[in-house]
């Protein structure tokens, strides 16, 4: 029941029956209906009870990403859609979803698979959740890097299969951080912070390319990309998916990368070519990689990444810590409930 009919009623009853201001209040409150959230994963206690207590809440309770047919069935009719960065929002989700779609709330910092434009014309405000993520994201950059550049699980592996026979002086021996010189592609919040992670390990030279320059206490130089990418020994991905940057790593990045590089991706799939980097690793243009995401997710298994000693290759788990995960979905729960009551966002996109 929408304000307008209930107070109606209420009007219509209180002619022969005298209401208080708490009665007519709780009467309001206990028939008008809830606004309704689709949420499209199990995102734990704390955010859906927070959601639960102002809205009609339907989950996707499937540990597997919901469907293209489930995601356009269970939207329709909805006030709020809590999303995450594997359901593509897009027209035709709109389009089901209704004209009383009023928010998106994705639990993540990336939005490309949001259609921004669609949103934007629809008035449909978009929250997301930055921030928050940020150091989980670096730690696991910086574990990333040593992993790959320190050949860990490749060691790991050796150890298990028995290919660890006795002590060799040259054996799984890989590029250390001590005096190395580190450039960063994407100098935004993350790529600051796996900068300030990074400088404890002795690293010569920090360099970033940016779209702009940033302010930073850690000595961090700008530079142009091509000369980034001829003079690092450490190459890092931590910039956004935009048109810009889409697979900006390709063939010709690649040759300009020293032969002992190490090439880390923890921003997006989409900046790399992913043929153009297997070529790089097979023919030895680059010495290895370490990637958190990938294109598309998951990697087939029979991709010939999974088949190179020198890449190194994580189910995108940059902001993986318990910690973290529960505060994302607590802010986007928290995004839709403002934009419902007509508040301020805690962490609005700006469309």
């Known amino acids: ?54 809205c009609d809440v339907t989950i996707w309770a499937q540990s597997e990403p919901v469907s293209r047919a489930d995601l356009l069935s269970n939207v329709q009719g909805k006030d709020a859609l809590f999303c995450l960065l594997t359901e593509k929002i897009d027209k ?128 961090a130089q700008h530079v142009s990309l091509d000369e980034l990418l001829s003079t690092s020994d450490f190459v890092i991905a931590t910039c956004a998916l935009t048109p810009e940057t889409k697979e900006m790593f390709n063939d010709d990045t690649f040759k300009k990368m020293k032969s002992s590089a190490v090439f880390i991706n923890t921003s997006r799939g989409g900046v790399v070519n992913q043929d153009a980097l297997i070529r790089a690793l097979k023919n030895k243009t680059i010495w ?26 994580l189910p995108h788990i940059g902001s993986a810590s318990i910690e973290t995960r529960n505060e994302m979905a607590v802010l986007a729960a928290r995004n839709i409930i403002s934009a419902l009551k007509g508040e301020n966002m805690p962490s609005e996109l700006l469309t």
Request: aromatic fraction near 8%.
């Open 1 to 54: 029941m929408n304000l307008l009919k209930c107070l109606n009623k209420v009007e219509r009853v209180s002619h022969s029956t005298c209401f208080s201001r708490f009665d007519v209040k709780l009467f309001i409150s206990t028939n008008m209906a809830k606004p309704s959230v689709y949420v499209t994963r199990e995102i734990g206690p704390e955010a859906t009870t927070l959601l639960k207590n102002f």
């Open 92 to 219: 035709e989700v709109l389009n089901k979803a209704g004209p009383q779609l009023k928010v998106i709330a994705t639990m993540s910092v990336g939005f490309d698979h949001l259609d921004l434009n669609e949103i934007k014309r629809r008035k449909i405000k978009v929250g997301y959740t930055p921030d928050v993520l940020t150091s989980a994201t670096a730690e696991l950059t910086v574990a990333l890097l040593l992993a790959t550049s320190r050949r860990i699980l490749e060691a790991n592996e050796e150890a298990r299969n028995g290919g660890w026979k006795a002590w060799s002086p040259f054996w799984l021996c890989g590029p250390s951080l001590n005096g190395a010189t580190v450039g960063i592609v994407g100098f935004g919040r993350i790529g600051q912070e796996v900068a300030s992670r990074l400088k404890p390990f002795g690293i010569k030279k920090l360099i970033y390319t940016s779209q702009t320059l940033k302010k930073n206490e850690l000595d």
């Open 288 to 313: 290895a990689a370490g990637l958190d995401v990938t294109t598309p997710e998951p990697l087939p298994l029979d991709s010939d990444l999974f088949k190179l000693k020198n890449c190194v290759i």
